[in-house]
């Protein structure tokens, strides 16, 4: 069964540094989101992806945020300049279609030090 | 302003017997709403979705309810087993916008 996939599951760096987090969706979907969730906390929207732009973000998305759909592939967040409340899992997900179910990949966990 | 309340205390039953976990939201008109299973350290795993027209939905063991006027949704899991001792988030669209909104979760626990 087709799944989504995440790289790498985990990733340490130190505070001010930049980091990409990179996500496979399902071949055939259309939509791309990406979610964290902060230990012990819910899950939270980041950011959906369609047609090669931003369709929408949240408001934990701000300028040290950005997506890119580099290649056919690949879908990445990367993260400017990290700071020690950016430590969370980062969920990719996708979808087939506009209201259709979100997949979700088995995460990054970031921990910035 | 827009709540939505899973129950945060665990939930205890034994093998065998039927799980019924909660969703209640308020300040919302959702579309759609999704359930997914979360293993500690694992990303949320989709098991069903049910849309605003539909009142019951069925897979196997589970079954989801979907009550627009007291605004809930209903989780059910019959013969339960210990391998479905996991935490269940209830997440709804958000009409219009294409995210989706977590409710916190309810951890079930099941004993053999």
């Known amino acids: 069964e087709p799944e989504v996939t995440q790289t790498p599951s985990h990733q340490v760096t130190q505070m001010g540094q930049e980091v990409i987090l990179r996500c496979v969706p399902i071949?055939?979907?259309?939509?791309f989101y990406w979610y964290r969730q902060i230990l012990g906390q819910k899950v939270e929207f980041l950011v959906s992806f369609y047609n090669n732009e931003i369709s929408e973000k949240s408001e934990i998305f701000d300028d040290q945020f950005s997506v890119e759909r580099p290649d056919g592939s690949n879908f990445t967040l990367k993260i400017r300049s990290t700071k020690l409340e950016d430590s969370a899992m980062y969920f990719c997900a996708s979808s087939e279609g506009r209201e259709e179910t979100q997949y979700f990949g088995p995460g990054t966990r970031l921990l910035v030090l | 302003s827009q709540k939505i309340e899973q129950n945060s205390e665990a939930l205890n039953i034994q093998e065998g017997k039927t799980a019924t976990l909660t969703c209640n939201y308020t300040?919302?008109?959702?579309?759609?709403l999704q359930w997914y299973r979360q293993d500690p350290g694992r990303g949320p795993v989709f098991l069903l979705l049910?849309?605003?027209?539909?009142k019951e939905k069925r897979k196997e063991r589970l079954k989801v309810t979907f009550d627009t006027t007291l605004k809930q949704s209903l989780f059910h899991i019959t013969a339960s087993q210990p391998a479905d001792s996991a935490t269940y988030l209830c997440a709804l669209d958000s009409r219009g916008f294409q995210k989706l909104v977590f409710g916190t979760g309810t951890r079930l626990l099941v004993s053999p």
């Open positions: 049910i849309r605003e027209n539909e």
């Open positions: 300040n919302y008109s959702p579309a759609y």
């Open positions: 071949s055939n979907h259309l939509y």
